[in-house]
Each structure stands twice: as structure tokens, then as C-alpha cells.
């Protein structure tokens, strides 16, 4: 375990928790992160992030998340992901995502959202959404409460809401021609 501040031109590793903040050239790596981490290119934690991650190219958590996740390619969190995540190209989270993704290109979050995705590209979201997607070319969910805004946009159900676009199908909605 580290408590404090580690700083490395290269690289910092710490199997157990870091209580503090983790500044490296390159990469750093933890158990747990209660803090931040910030890297030139990678930030890995093996177990949950309270806190921030902040690279020039991927972050990952591999448990929950909570707080900021900034890179200038991908931010990855495999379990649930609360807060705001910002990413050049992709942000994707295995649970639920409570807050903001925002990307380049695409968003994707397995077990639902309730907040905002934004894509140049596109939202997926194997779960509900509650609030909105919002992308240059489409949006999927598999329940919609809120709003999707995009060029193609789908889902299995609106339970409130709206869909704007050139086309959207609302498989178990409102048919009518």
C-alpha cells in the first residue's frame, strides 16, 4: 500500500491501495486508487477508483468506478461507472453508468444509464436509459425514459420520452403510418 504522492519519469506500480496520487511519464499502475492518478499515456487500477484517472491515451478501472476519467483515446471501466467520463474516441463501462460519457466516436454501457451519453458516433446501452443520448448517428437502448437525439435511433420501449431523427423504431411503441 502507498499513502502520499508518487512521482516517476517512467512508471509507478503498487500491487495494494494508493491513498493519494499516482504522477508518471508514462504509466501507472494500482490495486485500488483512492485518489488520482495521472499518466502520458496509461493509468491501470486492478480493483475500484475513488477519484480521478487522467491520461494522453487509455484509462482502465477494472471494478467500479467513481469520480473523472479524462484520455485522449478510451476510458474503460469494467464494472459501474459514476461520474464524468471524457473521452477522443470511446468510453465504455460493463455496469451501469450514473453521470456523463462523452467521446468522439462512440459510448457504450452495459447495464443501463441514468445521465448523459454523448457521441460524435453513437450510444449503446444494453440497459434503461433515463435521460438522454445524444449522437451524429444513432442511439441504442433497450428502454428509453428520457431522450434520444441522432440520425438513427432505437429501442425496445419509450416508457417517456421522445426520439428525434430521420429514423427511429420504438420496437414495443406507437405504430402508426
Do not use: P, W
Amino acid at each position: 500500500d502507498a499513502k502520499g504522492a508518487q512521482f516517476a519519469g517512467f512508471a509507478n506500480s503498487v500491487l495494494g491501495e494508493v491513498k493519494g496520487v499516482q504522477f508518471a511519464g508514462y504509466a501507472n499502475y494500482a490495486g485500488k486508487i483512492t485518489g488520482a492518478q495521472g499518466a502520458g499515456f496509461l493509468n491501470i487500477a486492478m480493483d475500484t477508483v475513488t477519484g480521478a484517472q487522467m491520461s494522453g491515451f487509455a484509462n482502465y478501472a477494472h471494478n467500479s468506478h467513481k469520480g473523472f476519467q479524462g484520455a485522449g483515446f478510451m476510458n474503460v471501466v469494467r464494472g459501474d461507472a459514476t461520474g464524468l467520463y471524457y473521452a477522443g474516441f470511446t468510453n465504455l463501462a460493463s455496469g451501469h453508468v450514473n453521470g456523463f460519457q462523452g467521446s468522439g466516436f462512440f459510448n457504450g454501457a452495459q447495464k443501463g444509464v441514468k445521465g448523459v451519453q454523448l457521441a460524435g458516433f453513437g450510444n449503446y446501452s444494453m440497459g434503461r436509459v433515463e435521460g438522454a443520448q445524444l449522437s451524429g448517428f444513432f442511439n441504442f437502448a433497450k428502454a428509453l425514459k428520457g431522450v434520444q437525439v441522432g440520425f438513427i435511433n432505437y429501442t425496445d420501449s419509450i416508457e417517456s420520452g421522445v426520439m428525434i431523427g430521420f429514423l427511429s423504431y420504438a420496437k414495443n411503441g406507437y405504430h402508426h403510418f
